[in-house]
């Protein structure tokens, strides 16, 4: 039913990702390549990793493949590119550097360990979403900082230039050590993964920048307040609450950098 409704509006990535034998795409600047369950079965060997889950916010088992060798199989290395972007069938699209992403242990989970259940729901906002088709997993759990993606309906993985990819997000006028500049790296880090600016970045979360930039029509008080803690003005809003992982002054930061962005819109 739901793929139905999907294809219909024309999100043709979920239809072929809602397909009886998922297909994981990855994408680099040579081209992409499709694998489905089946045939990564065939190449790699399966993982099971029991971890703390900050999702599930409890203890989960999953079968998956790992990262690093999907990413060899795919052909992405590090030649062509320095940023990994994940998409998530629902516009979640976080990013992280491959550098960074290499030096942790990741899996892509095809099912819960044993493959007996169906995949256990995961609160969003106000919905229960299946993380299936493919969930991103890290070896050390909820461990590692809150910045590190744990994508779940995953579809795609994409390597790619992060300057390149996301040119519109980072101005010529932003300086490095500055606060705009520090900003941006925290909204890069926890924002991106749902918010566009310009048209860049996830599509789970409204645009912030055109026509009309967030610091135009919010308070500045308002504006800080809502980062910190979205579900204080909108309750079981999808956005995180950010209380108690972003300081205060981090959240200045990222407004500086947003306040930034309303000199440097960019409509194509
Ligand atoms: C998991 C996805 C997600 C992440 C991550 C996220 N947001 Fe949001 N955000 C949303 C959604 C969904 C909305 C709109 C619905 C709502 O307000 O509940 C929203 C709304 C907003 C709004 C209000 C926009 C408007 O025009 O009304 C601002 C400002 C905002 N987010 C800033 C941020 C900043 C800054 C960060 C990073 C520190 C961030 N968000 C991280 C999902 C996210």
């Not at 998922?22 to 990564?40: D, I, M, Q, R, S």
């Not at 360990?113 to 995949?119: P, V």
């Not at 979360?205 to 008080?221: D, F, G, H």
Request: aromatic share 12%; net charge positive.
């Amino acid at each position: 039913m739901r793929t139905i409704i999907l294809c219909m509006l024309g999100f043709s990535l979920s239809c072929v990702a809602m397909a009886a034998d998922p297909t994981l795409k990855v994408v680099t600047t040579e081209g992409e390549k499709n694998f489905t369950v089946a045939e990564l079965r065939k190449r790699l060997p399966i993982l099971t990793w029991t971890i703390q889950d900050p999702n599930f916010k409890k203890e989960k088992s999953f079968d998956g493949f790992s990262l690093q060798q999907v990413l060899e199989l795919g052909g992405a290395s590090s030649d062509k590119g320095d940023e990994l972007v994940f998409q998530a069938l629902d516009g979640y699209s976080p990013t992280i550097s491959l550098e960074v992403a290499s030096k942790h242990e990741a899996m892509i989970a095809f099912q819960e360990h044993g493959g007996k259940s169906q995949w256990q729901r995961i609160q969003q906002g106000k919905a229960w979403v299946s993380p299936a088709p493919f969930y991103v997993v890290w070896k050390e759990g909820k461990a590692l900082p809150e910045s590190f993606p744990w994508s779940y309906q995953l579809a795609r993985i994409e390597l790619v230039s992060f300057q390149k990819k996301y040119a519109k997000l980072y101005p010529a006028s932003l300086t490095k050590g500055s606060s705009e500049y520090k900003g941006f790296i925290t909204f890069k880090e926890r924002c991106l993964r749902c918010h566009s600016i310009n048209l860049q970045g996830g599509e789970l979360a409204p645009e912030l920048n055109i026509p009309k930039n967030v610091t135009e029509y919010w308070s500045a008080a308002d504006l800080k307040a809502f980062i910190l803690d979205a579900t204080s003005y909108r309750l079981k809003s999808k956005m995180p609450v950010f209380k108690g992982s972003l300081s205060t002054a981090e959240i200045d930061d990222v407004v500086a950098y947003l306040k930034l962005m309303k000199a440097n819109k960019i409509y194509n």
